[in-house]
């Protein structure tokens, strides 16, 4: 595990983080790759990630990667170090609401559904321009950047969808770009990349899937 940690911790050479995600995964596995010097991880279920903040040291930079429900907001406001999915201008407007009452500051990434896919979730391309200029107007609200979970199929197929993403986050001057998974970071790093999220290169299958 620790080997395979390490690999891509290089790969990602100075401009981009690798996020271990940890859904479905036990607090001492977690710990172990903690061990190796990791810092973010990312949770996909509200649920599950606050019962990890608790158990797990407090120097752990939490990822909420997950589609949010409104009605949850109010678990992770405050929680977490930065909110990957938002996705609707509702639930923007709700994390704003709330860390005006918590009175703290939530930093966002609006999520993009950059291949038209039915199945997923995201502001779509044409949309985009539009909702983030209401968004990074509301209150306690950062809007970091853009992030895209892209097909389900090889980095080579996905590369097109990343150097729109790239596009798409310069053309709003946005800094952070949360894209790649195991099948396809290493093109995700290549076109620019600063967050990629990895699951089962580092912690293997899971036995179920819950996203
Ligand atoms: C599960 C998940 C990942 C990690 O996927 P792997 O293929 O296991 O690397 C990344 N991003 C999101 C949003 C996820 O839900």
Same mark, same amino acid.
């Given at each position: 595990m620790k080997?395979n940690v390490?690999?891509?911790?290089?790969?990602?050479?100075?401009?981009?983080?690798?996020?271990?995600?940890?859904?479905?995964?036990?607090?001492?596995?977690?710990?172990e790759v903690?061990?190796s010097?990791?810092?973010?991880?990312?949770?996909?279920?509200?649920?599950?990630?606050?019962?990890?903040?608790?158990?797990?040291?407090?120097?752990?930079?939490?990822?909420?990667?997950?589609?949010?429900?409104?009605?949850?907001?109010?678990?992770?406001?405050?929680?977490?170090?930065?909110?990957?999915?938002?996705?609707?201008?509702?639930?923007?407007?709700?994390? #704003?609401?709330?860390?005006? @009452?918590?009175?703290?500051?939530? /930093?966002? =990434?609006?999520?993009?559904?950059? &291949?038209?896919?039915? *199945?997923?979730?995201?502001?779509?391309?044409?949309?985009?321009?539009? #909702?983030?200029?209401?968004? @990074?107007?509301?209150?306690?609200? /950062?809007? =970091?950047?853009?992030?895209?979970? &892209?097909?389900?199929? *090889?980095?080579?197929?996905?590369?097109?969808?990343?150097?729109?993403?790239?596009?798409?986050?310069?053309?709003?001057?946005?800094?952070?770009?949360?894209?790649?998974?195991?099948?396809?970071?290493?093109?995700?790093?290549?076109?620019?990349?600063?967050?990629?999220?990895?699951?089962?290169?580092i912690?293997?299958?899971?036995?179920?899937?819950?996203?």
């Amino acid at each position: 595990m620790k080997d395979n940690v390490l690999k891509i911790v290089n790969e990602c050479g100075s401009n981009c983080t690798l996020i271990a995600v940890s859904k479905t995964k036990g607090v001492d596995l977690i710990r172990e790759v903690y061990d190796s010097g990791i810092r973010d991880f990312g949770e996909n279920k509200v649920q599950e990630l606050l019962s990890k903040i608790d158990l797990l040291p407090n120097d752990i930079r939490w990822h909420m990667i997950g589609h949010l429900q409104t009605n949850k907001v109010k678990d992770v406001v405050g929680r977490v170090y930065l909110i990957h999915s938002v996705d609707s201008l509702r639930l923007a407007r709700e994390i #704003s609401k709330c860390s005006v @009452k918590k009175g703290v500051v939530s /930093n966002i =990434l609006l999520e993009v559904n950059i &291949a038209s896919e039915e *199945s997923k979730y995201g502001f779509s391309v044409s949309e985009l321009d539009t #909702s983030y200029n209401e968004i @990074k107007d509301l209150e306690n609200i /950062n809007v =970091l950047g853009l992030m895209c979970v &892209a097909p389900n199929q *090889s980095g080579s197929e996905n590369r097109v969808y990343f150097k729109k993403m790239k596009k798409l986050s310069d053309e709003l001057n946005l800094s952070v770009l949360s894209m790649g998974m195991s099948n396809d970071y290493k093109e995700a790093i290549l076109e620019g990349a600063t967050y990629i999220r990895v699951g089962t290169l580092i912690f293997g299958k899971r036995d179920y899937d819950i996203n």
